[in-house]
């Protein structure tokens, strides 16, 4: 599979803003977790402890080790994560939109059977 210069780059070039991006969005609900006045104090650090170690994985899913010879796997598990979203598609080349809108569509087809 031809995976293009450009296309690597953009994704290069927009890896630190999707990172900033997606994590100002779980700051905030690990804050909403931290704060939530229906739990205890004990309750909220655990499950805020929880929700941190789940977004590490996610975080190394998807930042570790990116490579030009992954990128289209690496770019589907972003989007799978909303870290990567639709609208980002559109600074990459129209074969890799189609790729990853083709994985879009399957994976909404396969989370309707599930």
């Given at each position: 599979?031809?995976?293009?210069e450009?296309d690597?780059r953009?994704?290069r070039?927009?890896?630190?803003?999707?990172?900033?991006?997606?994590?100002?969005?779980?700051?905030?609900?690990?804050?909403?977790t931290?704060?939530?006045t229906n739990?205890?104090?004990?309750?909220?650090?655990?499950?805020?402890?929880?929700?941190?170690?789940?977004?590490?994985?996610?975080?190394?899913?998807?930042?570790?080790?990116?490579?030009?010879?992954?990128?289209?796997?690496?770019m589907?598990?972003?989007?799978?994560?909303?870290?990567?979203?639709?609208?980002?598609?559109?600074?990459?080349?129209?074969?890799?939109?189609?790729?990853?809108?083709?994985?879009?569509?399957?994976?909404?087809?396969?989370?309707?059977?599930?």
């Open positions: 599979m031809d995976r293009k450009s690597w953009a994704l070039d927009m890896t630190g803003t999707l990172r900033e991006r997606y994590l100002e969005k779980k700051n905030r609900e690990l804050l909403a931290l704060t939530d739990k205890s104090p004990t309750e909220q650090f655990w499950d805020t402890h929880a929700q941190m170690g789940e977004e590490k994985k996610v975080l190394q899913r998807c930042l570790d080790d990116i490579r030009r010879s992954s990128m289209d796997v690496t589907a598990v972003m989007l799978n994560h909303e870290m990567l979203l639709e609208e980002d598609l559109e600074s990459f080349s129209p074969e890799l939109q189609e790729r990853l809108r083709n994985y879009l569509d399957v994976m909404s087809t396969v989370g309707d059977k599930a």
